[in-house]
C-alpha cells in the first residue's frame, strides 16, 4: 500500500510540474537590441516580439536595473492582441562612471496570468568622460624618407613607402610643384574620410562629441588646406575613429624637417584581435635629434 501511494505522489508531481511547464510555454516573447554598448544620452530601440495561445496578451512590462539608479519603471501598457510586434525606444542614461551595466527586464502576461520574461543587459559608456590624448606625433613629409603616415590599426606612424596600404590610414600628400615644399593635404590608402571642423572643442572631446559632429558632417577622401590649429575628424563607415589637431606645421628649407606635430583623441582603436592596441607613438620631440629640431615657430612659408 505505501508503495502505491508512493508512485501516485511521484505522478501527482510530475503532472503538476508538467502543467506548469506547459502554461510557461503558452505565451513567448522575443527582444532584439539595436545595439549592446551605448553612450550617455544616445537613443537605441528594442524589437519586441510576443504571442500567446489563449485569448490575448493583457500586459507588457519593461523594467531596469543598475547599480546605480536600482530598479525603474520604464514602460507597463496593457494590452488587447493575441500577438504583438512593438518596437520600445531608450534614452540611454548619462552617467558619471565611465561605465554602467543596466539590465533590461521584457515580461508579458496572458489573459490567464501566464506570463514570460527576457533580460538584455546593456553597457552604457560615459559620454562626458574626457578621452586620453596621443601627443607629439610628428608626420613628415613623404620627400623626407621618414614616417609620414599613421596605422590606426597599429597605432603608430608608418612610412608610407614600406608599408601595407591597409596600414596607411592617413598620410601627408606631397606637394605637386616643389618636393621642398610640405604639402598642406592628408589623404588615406584604406578609405577613411576627413572632416575639418574647427568649431569642435577639442579640449573637451568624448566619445560622444567626436561620434554626433562626425556623424552629422560632410567627409572628404581628403582632407586640404592644413592649417596651425586646425580640428580634424576622421571615419569610416562605422563612425567616427579620431579627433586629431594639428598642433604645428614645420616648413624648413629643403624635406628633411618639414612635418606635422600633431595630437589626436582615439575613441575607438584596436588591434586584430579585437583588444586596445600598444600605444607605441614616440614622445614629443623622441626621435628628432637635439641638433636637427625644427623653428619654434609655426608655419614657416619658404
Known sequence: MKRILSILLMLA????????ESEADNVVIFVTPSATVATGG???????????INQQIVRLKIESFDSINGETLLYDEEQT??????????????????????????????NL?????????????????????LTGIALYSPHANREDAFSFRLMQRVKSSEAEDTDVDIYVEAD?????????????????????????????????????VY???????????LEVDDVILVGDDGGAIAAIRIVNIYDEEGAALDRYDISMKAPRHTDEDGDDAEDTTPEEG?????????????????
Open 13 to 20: 508531481v510530475f503532472v503538476s510540474s508538467c502543467e506548469r
Open 42 to 52: 544616445q537613443k537605441i530601440y528594442f524589437d519586441i516580439a510576443a504571442e500567446t
Open 81 to 110: 492582441s493575441k500577438s504583438l510586434s512593438f518596437r520600445y525606444v531608450y534614452d540611454v542614461p548619462n552617467v558619471d562612471v565611465a561605465t554602467l551595466d543596466v539590465e533590461l527586464t521584457f515580461t508579458v502576461e496572458d
Open 113 to 133: 496570468g501566464n506570463m514570460q520574461w527576457m533580460r538584455h543587459t546593456l553597457k552604457v559608456e560615459s559620454s562626458t568622460t574626457g578621452l586620453d590624448e
Open 176 to 212: 605637386g610643384t616643389d618636393e621642398n615644399t610640405l604639402g598642406r593635404s592628408w589623404g588615406s590608402k584604406t578609405g577613411l574620410r576627413f572632416c575639418k571642423v574647427n568649431s569642435f572643442n577639442y579640449a573637451a572631446a568624448s566619445q560622444h562629441a567626436i561620434e554626433s
Open 215 to 225: 556623424n552629422n558632417s560632410i567627409t572628404s577622401t581628403r582632407v586640404t588646406d
Open 286 to 302: 623622441e626621435d628628432i635629434p637635439a641638433d636637427e629640431e625644427g623653428t619654434e615657430d609655426a608655419t614657416e612659408e619658404k
